[in-house]
Structures are given as C-alpha cells and as structure tokens.
C-alpha cells in the first residue's frame, strides 16, 4: 500500500508544481514514520518511515529542508522542503526531542526531554557549543528576536530556564507553575507566553527576568502556540480540555475565541493562505482542519498512531522570505 | 477496517478524556498523561483477550476437552483470578511502576554513551515497506529471547521456585498462562522490554506482540487434544506440544519439563534439541509435594507461600534453619 500511495505521490509531484506547495507533513510519534497529506483532497497521500519517536519538525534557516528531530535514534532527518522525499541524516543530536533555530539562523538549540539537557550547537554543521544538563524535563523553547538567549521549560519541576546562546550559560531558573510546556517570545520581545499544562490557564512573563506578571484562564490542558501571522493573536491547544483558544496580545492577553477540537489538540500550522488551522488530534490519530474565519472545525483526516508535529510544505519562493520561527511545533510529552 | 480502528480510536480517547486524564489533571499527575492513554489502550486489549478466552477458546475446551470434568476442577477458580488481574492491567501496572525507573535508567545511560537501537529497517529496508513483515520479525525476536528467559526458569533453582507456581496446576485450561508469581512476571518483563528496547520495536509493536502472543499462550494451555497438523505443529505452539512441557515427570521421563519450551514459534525447541512431538497424554503438575501444596490455594497465598519457596532457594542457609527447627 505504502509503495502504491508512494507512486502516487511521484506522479501527482511530477504532473504539476502545484502539488509542491500542497502538502502537509504529520509526524506519527508513536509509529515511527510520517504521513504526507494533501491539503487540497484532505487526504492521506503517503505514510513513510522515519527513525523512531519523531515528534517536532523544523524549517532549516535556508528554507531548503525540514528537520524531524528522531528522539529514540538520536538523529535529525532531513526532508526536501518541496517534495517531502528523505535527503540526509545528521547523526549524533542527542533526543533532538523540541528544535529551534535562533531567528539570526546562527544556533540550533535542542531540548533532551527524556535524557535531560538543552544542547546548544553552531546551525552551521551542527557543531555542539555547549550542553547543559538540567533537571525537569526540558520541553519546549523560544529564542528573543536579537538571538542572544534561548528560553526553555521544564516541564517536570515547573520552571523556565533562559541560556545565553553565545556562552551557553544559565541566566536564570525561576517557577512559573505546573507543567510548563509551549512558550512563545511576543513581538514586543519583552513579554513571553508560557502555557501551564498542569493548569488551565497561561501566564506572561518578563523576558528580563522570568518573573511572572499575569496569568490568563483557557482551558485545561494549556499546551502550545502558534502564531496566526498578524504579530498580534496567538492560538494555544489545551489538550485536557479538548480546545483551541485565539488569543489576543497586543495589550493584555486575552482569550478572544474558542474552538472545540476532541483527542488532546497538540501541534499546529497555518496554510499559507492563512485561512486554515491544522491540529493534531493525539488520541484520535487524526489532524483537525479549523476554518480561522468563523472558527468551526471544518474537517479530520485520518492518519498515524499518535500524530504530533505538523509542518506546511511550501514552494521556496514561499518559505524563503518568511521568517524562521523557533520550533515549527507545539509538542507535548511524548 | 478503518470504520473498525475509528471506532476502537474513540472508545479509547472517550475513556481517557472523560475520565483518566481529568483524574490524572486533578490530582497533578500530568506527568502520567501520555502512559495513562496508553493504559486505557492496554485495559481495552485485556477485555478483549478475556473475551477472546471465555468466549471464543472455551467452547473448544467444552466441546472437545482432553480431561474431562472433575474434582480438580475447582483449582481452575484461581487461575482465572490470574487471568483478570494480568489481562486488566492490575499486575502489569504494578510492574510498570517498578521497573519503569530502571528501565528508563537503564536505556539514558546506554544512550548517552551514544548507543541507538539498531532498527533492523536500518539493514533491510524493504521490511520498513511491509508493516506485517516488521511486525512479524520483531516478534521472531521477541519470542526467541522469551525461550531463552524460559529455560532460565527452569535452570536455575531461585527462579524455578518462582515458576513452580506455573506448573503446578494439574488442571491445565485456557486460563493457566496467566497463573504466575508476581516477581516472576516482573523479572520476565523487565528482561523482554529492556531487549525490545535494544532490538528496536517500536511501543505500538510491542503492545500488539505481546497480545497476540499472549493469546496464543494461552490457547496452547487450553484442555484440548488438538494440533495444528504436522507443519502446523512446527510453525506455531499449539495445546498438545506445550502440554509435554507441563507434564508430570516420571522415572522413565525425568525431565520432561526440559522440553518444549517455546512461547510461540517451536523453531527455537528445534533448533535447540528441546523439542519432543508425540501424541502420549501425560497427567500435568509437578512431582514437588510441596509445590503441589499451592492447589487448592487462593490468589494472595500463593503469591505468599512462594514467595518465601524463592527467599529459601534464593539464600539456602534459610532452608537449613528452618528444616532443623
């Protein structure tokens, strides 16, 4: 069936470039392998295989490949940014578990959720500065827009870390509540969103010094971000609750809608348009479709055992001017 | 088959988000969320394993039982408290809590001296193409370190005063396989996850190789004289040639138990010179009077009485005292 859909895929790739640009890569952690879907048919084109417990994917700074951090094999695999097929191996990242380049595309950071460190490495060659290990399962990162310092949360022991990327060392390691997992740098690179999801709600925090200035209630479960691209509203899964929240930023955060979304909504991406919402549903094996318009969930397709990243592929000429954003995905534990 | 694993998908994620996962929430036990769906995945399994057992295996036993009816059928009752304890998760997730620190220990500290599961996809990659092929590689494998682990219980005197309780049942049924000392079920488990880990399958492989072995286990303890025919019988384990491994030991036939171990895939027997294929009914049990002693108990005396059978094998000098007094 696999070699079947494959060829299919081959075909629809040669037809037209248009096929390029109209896929979606869904990472099935529990399957080791990854599923490419099409976003105009929604469905399932191909389903390959890829290491062992992918769970997050990242643009590499270039625009050109996607990394699949391969927990379990310790290795990034890189796929082409336009037709999805394997292109290289990068051994030796260590449970490359979340993944973030720093907006400056000069440092690759990982965080080693089950071996726990945060590794800090030159993007270049993929040339390991520094590690640091760190109790608390380190989960989710966000970097600041000049790409000094990387900020990290332990999931485990509730607290943020921040790292400074040139030396490699700890800024600060402060509480900011329970489960702390997605964490996102908001434009005006002073405040961070942290989602708590051992909590039902988020809290911002002062990029300065990790303290935490307010908290906003969402839903149980708050889990991870994604950015709606306008630099002002912010989309977060909370997976317990079984919803999206939309969020607006540009002064106090507050929740602005909400989107029923069952199987513990995990990971998120936007079509290029800008008019779709991609979820992935862990515990239905399945990817939620959102109109972002009216915020109805619109469509599931089917695809592995406990889905987690998801990654629009784009044409180059799309990607390449876009900027890169730390961590393509909202993970969660795996 | 798809109607079949939505269904199935929603059931589990109906469970785990109308129920586990708010418990896991309100007690502060998110760290638990991930294995708690995988939990409710292993309960839903064991229902239908038991299902599967009272149902589907039973009506062979009723319609062409090897032993018929009897007074020893009232030593079948504890078995069946086996079969519920193991199949709905209550043992397993007590072992799971015991040996998941060390095998999380144990599997960081061979990885980060930078040692990966060798992913037999890696070598062959035309496996990775056929998702039946891999499962069933991965299941060879499994079930040749399962023969090994096997022939260790009955090798060694502390762990055969473990696996004594297994044969000591003379009243072989469908719900024999599950009749096991806890702490033997632990160090079998902790032995096969720590290989499964090394060799590479995947938690989804494990789940469904460890049902379908399981069941097959214990169709080959079912009271029935049946066989899968010659080729059969060498492919696949069935009741008659696992029965010669609980038979009673005699003076002409010592040690018979010393035979036929395989879980699964008799290969391992035969290439080994363990196995033995004859068509003799042999009464089952143990010619141990003291392990014989654990018919006729219930579930929590038997996990007592051999557990201290192990302490005394396990240091002797214990043994001596306790015969002097």
């Known amino acids: ?334 | 088959m798809r109607d079949l694993i939505d269904l199935w998908v929603n059931v589990q994620a109906w469970l785990f988000e109308t129920l586990v996962s708010q418990v896991l929430f309100h007690f502060g036990l998110m760290a638990w969320y991930e294995p708690g769906y995988s939990a409710v995945e292993f309960v839903m399994l064991g229902l239908v394993q038991i299902a599967v057992i009272a149902i589907g295996m039973r009506f062979f036993e009723r319609r062409w039982p090897l032993e018929k009816s009897g007074e020893d059928d009232r030593l079948i009752m504890v078995d069946r408290v086996y079969t519920v304890l193991n199949k709905l998760g209550i043992v397993p997730l007590a072992i799971f809590i015991l040996t998941y620190p060390v095998v999380q220990e144990i599997e960081l500290t061979v990885r980060t001296w930078g040692y990966m599961p060798p992913r037999l996809e890696r070598l062959l990659p035309w496996i990775g193409d056929n998702d039946l092929l891999s499962f069933l590689v991965y299941f060879v494998l499994y079930d040749f370190a399962a023969y090994w682990l096997h022939r260790g219980q009955h090798a060694f005197g502390w762990w055969w005063a473990l696996h004594s309780l297994h044969h000591s049942q003379r009243r072989m049924t469908v719900w024999t396989d599950d009749r096991n000392h806890v702490f033997d079920d632990l160090i079998v488990t902790l032995a096969l996850v720590l290989f499964s880990q090394f060799v590479g399958v995947q938690p989804g492989e494990y789940v469904v190789i460890l049902m379908v072995g399981r069941l097959i286990e214990s169709w080959s303890h079912a009271n029935v004289d049946m066989s899968f025919g010659w080729l059969g019988e060498r492919l696949l384990v069935g009741p008659r040639f696992h029965r010669l491994h609980h038979a009673l030991s005699t003076p002409t036939e010592r040690h018979i138990q010393d035979h036929n171990f395989a879980p699964v895939f008799p290969i391992w027997d035969i290439l080994f010179g363990t196995a033995i294929y004859d068509e003799k009914h042999r009464p089952t049990g143990v010619d141990d009077a003291t392990a014989d002693r654990d018919n006729g108990r219930g579930w929590i005396a038997q996990q007592v009485t051999v557990f201290g059978r192990f302490v005394r094998a396990l240091v002797p000098k214990l043994s001596r005292r306790a015969s002097a007094r």
Not at chain 1, 122 to 143: C, E, T, V
Not at chain 1, 283 to 307: M, Q
């Open chain 1, 1 to 334: 069936m696999n070699r079947l859909s494959f060829a299919a895929l081959a075909l629809s790739l040669v037809v037209g470039g248009t096929a390029r640009a109209d896929s979606v890569i869904i990472l099935n952690s529990e399957e080791a392998s990854y599923s490419i879907l099409s976003r105009s048919t929604r469905t399932e084109v191909v389903r390959l295989p890829v290491g062992r417990e992918p769970h997050h994917l990242i643009l590499s700074p270039d625009g050109k490949e996607v990394l699949i951090g391969s927990t379990a094999t310790n290795e990034l695999l890189s796929l082409d940014i336009k037709t999805g097929e394997r292109k290289r191996v990068v051994k030796d990242i260590l449970d490359p578990y979340h993944l973030g380049f720093s907006p400056d595309g000069k440092w690759f950071v990982t965080a080693a959720y089950r071996l726990d460190h945060v590794d800090i490495y030159h993007a270049d060659g993929f040339k390991l500065a520094g590690r640091i290990f760190i109790d608390g399962l380190p989960s989710h990162m966000a970097f600041d827009a000049e790409s000094k310092t990387v900020f990290v949360t332990l999931q485990q022991s509730g607290r943020l870390a921040a790292f400074d990327l040139a030396t490699q060392a700890l800024k600060w390691n402060v509480p900011v509540g329970n489960a702390p997992a997605g964490v996102v740098m908001l434009p005006d690179d002073k405040r961070l969103l942290v989602a708590l999801t051992g909590e039902d709600n988020i809290v911002v925090v002062d990029a300065k010094d990790g303290a935490v200035k307010s908290s906003l209630q969402t839903g149980k479960g708050a889990h991870n971000f994604w950015p709606k691209g306008d630099g002002r509203h912010y989309f977060l899964s909370n997976r317990v609750e079984g919803t999206v929240s939309l969020i607006e930023t540009k002064d106090e955060p507050k929740v602005v809608g909400t989107v029923r979304i069952p199987g513990g909504p995990d990971c998120m991406d936007i079509t290029p348009d800008g008019k779709e919402l991609w979820v992935t549903q862990r515990f239905l094996r399945r990817v939620a479709i959102v109109d972002i318009e009216t915020l109805k969930l619109v469509a599931s397709i089917p695809v592995g055992k406990s889905p987690h990243g998801v990654f629009m592929l784009k044409s180059t000429a799309t990607v390449a001017g876009a900027p890169v954003r730390a961590a393509s995905t909202a993970g969660e534990r795996r």
